[in-house]
């Protein structure tokens, strides 16, 4: 028998027999004065011993077994909570970033049983059951929420970072004492006509696999580790800490030749392109400054029209003009006409003027010089305005051609050609001034000419139906454009930057060269050579046949 059990027996025996004893002694109808007190203290001792036996069971009671229940149910959600939650937090972390876990969480120390008596076998079996319950839920949650977290951080299509997470760790980043690295950022020009042509899930196959390429070869099993991150659905960014200028460059340019390597074709030779941009950040930086002058150098690199990495340099790092800015600043010149030409002259050897060349300048209020194109072209063919602003360029080279001679040329943005409206109000314009478009020429990226020939084309249509002609420009950035040379009405090309400058040093350079060279004469057009560097590179281009230029900025004449 239990000793709780034993313990109430008694005390329901001790006032069995009392009670029994007062009522025998009630029996006596004579009893004495005595025999009442005897009673009297019969029953007080009865009710004391009663009292006492009550008393030391609660107390036993609450020792025993309610001290220990409460400690036992306290247990259940109060062992290592604040330290599994800070296991969650860090292996999230971790799981984000591609690491695998080493360890198994700890299990959840045993908390001691109640007292082995049968009266609380149930209470112990029950428990043991809450507990095994309670932690099987726990864990479940827990496992719930980790993976909801490495959700919230991960693109869902690459299992990448994604663009929240990478800000979080560029932050992190800058915040450090030495910080000191490079940010690359990358953007799918071409991914919108990707999911027109291709099936949803023939592009989310090639994201990831492009993913899981570039985070090997750069990302987390890296040496050291960089971060490789998913902003948005086109837009991509590489965080190098504490790389050196060499080491980001080298990086790079593996990320580049990659990404040439795994373009898809999006019809007779035309590839997807891809627009890339660098800068290095320092500990005074803000992360929001950063990112505003990669997005603007993405802009530029758009409007390049090649892979080459743009770099943010430090004479940027004050410009952080951002899209809705640019959009109010562009909108504000074109309606108040803030726009006008700035002309220099393009002068042969004998210092004669070859032609005339003209780009747009924006005058806005609230910077004191003049915005140059290369500022805000890049800025109007994101938000798709460079139709807009090649228009009115246009429109005031005619109005330079009515007050002077000679001939003027004017560039224009491949992505203006791409504007359904732009080419019918480009020839009504000119057909509108026929004595001034006789003496225009309008230039155009040889670029173009490679990837978007109908374009060319109905240009060519349009500016000579209407007495203009067209030049075609950088010509050494995609020869592949030669191959549209004899197919189209075009009245010279040009030729310039790295090319000219290292063609002495080159012979494949000297030997495209004089293909460009024989490639003209046959068609009957010019082909001139900018940026010379030497006299031994101009006496070079003679001897091909190729007319050396210099604008009025080089050769110090005024325009």
């Known amino acids: 028998m239990s000793l709780l059990r034993t313990t109430l027996l008694g005390i329901a025996a001790v006032t069995a027999l009392l009670l029994i004893g007062s009522q025998a002694l009630t029996l006596y109808t004579a009893a004495s004065a005595l025999d009442h007190v005897i ?43 604040g330290q599994d939650r800070n296991e969650t937090r860090d292996e999230t972390r971790e799981e984000t970033r591609g690491e695998t876990r080493g360890q198994p969480r700890s299990e959840t120390r045993a908390v001691p049983p109640l007292p082995p008596m049968r009266e609380f076998a149930d209470v112990n079996d029950a428990l043991a059951r809450a507990s095994d319950l309670f932690r099987a839920t726990a864990e479940e949650a827990s496992a719930r929420i980790e993976s909801m977290q490495v959700e919230l951080n ?6 990448l970072p994604n663009r929240r997470y990478f800000h979080n760790e560029l932050r992190r980043a800058l915040t450090l004492a030495d910080s000191a690295g490079h940010v690359l950022m990358f953007r799918q020009r071409d ?4 999911n027109r042509r291709m099936p949803r899930e023939n592009v989310d196959q090639w994201l990831r696999s492009l993913a899981h390429r570039l985070d090997q070869l750069l990302g987390r099993r890296h040496a050291p580790p960089y971060l490789l991150a998913r902003l948005n659905g086109s837009d991509f960014a590489l965080l190098m800490p504490a790389a050196t200028p060499a080491q980001a460059l080298q990086a790079g340019e593996k990320l580049r030749l990659e990404l040439r390597a795994l373009r898809l074709a999006l019809g007779e030779q035309r590839w997807c392109r891809w627009a890339l941009a660098m800068d290095h950040y320092r500990p005074q930086d803000q992360a929001s400054d950063l990112l505003a002058r990669l997005d603007h150098a993405l802009m530029r690199a758009e409007s390049s029209d090649d892979d080459a990495i743009e770099r943010a340099n430090d004479e940027n790092r004050g410009d952080n003009t951002g899209e809705h800015q640019w959009r109010d600043t562009l909108i504000a010149g074109l309606d108040q006409h803030r726009f006008s030409l700035d002309v220099q002259g393009l002068r042969g050897a004998d210092d004669t003027v070859l ?3 003209a780009t747009l300048v924006l005058h806005d209020a609230d910077t004191p010089a003049p915005v140059t194109a290369t500022r805000f072209m890049p800025a109007a063919i994101r938000l798709g305005l460079s139709a807009e602003c090649d228009i009115q360029a246009v429109r005031l080279g005619l109005d330079w051609l009515v007050s002077h001679q000679g001939q003027l040329a004017i ?15 480009l020839g009504q314009l000119l057909r509108d001034r026929p004595m001034q478009t006789a003496r225009l ?29 067209v030049g075609v420009r950088r010509l050494s950035k995609d020869f592949a454009a030669m191959t549209r040379l004899h197919q189209l009405p075009i009245s010279y090309v040009k030729l310039g930057g790295e090319f000219i400058k290292g063609m002495t040093q080159s012979p494949g350079s000297r030997h495209l060269a004089a293909s460009v060279s024989d490639t003209a004469r046959q068609l009957r057009i010019d082909a001139y050579a900018v940026d010379i560097p030497d006299d031994k590179t101009e006496a070079l281009l003679r001897e091909l046949g190729i007319i050396p230029a210099w604008s009025d900025a080089t050769t110090g004449v005024s325009a």
């Open 441 to 469: 020429v309008l230039e155009i990226d040889a670029h173009g000419l490679a990837d978007n020939y109908a374009a060319a084309r109905t240009l060519c249509e349009v500016a000579t139906d209407a007495g203009a002609r």
């Open 411 to 425: 560039r224009l943005a491949l992505a203006s050609l791409a504007q359904s409206n732009f080419l019918p109000r």
């Open 39 to 81: 009673l009297a203290l019969t029953v007080v001792v009865a009710g004391l011993c009663w009292a006492a036996s009550a008393v030391v069971l609660l107390r036993w009671l609450d020792r025993r077994l309610l001290a220990e229940l409460s400690r036992r149910l306290r247990a259940l959600g109060s062992h290592d909570s």
């Open 191 to 194: 991914l919108i006509e990707i």
């Open 154 to 159: 991960l693109d869902p299509v690459t299992r």
């Open 355 to 357: 032609r005339n060349e």
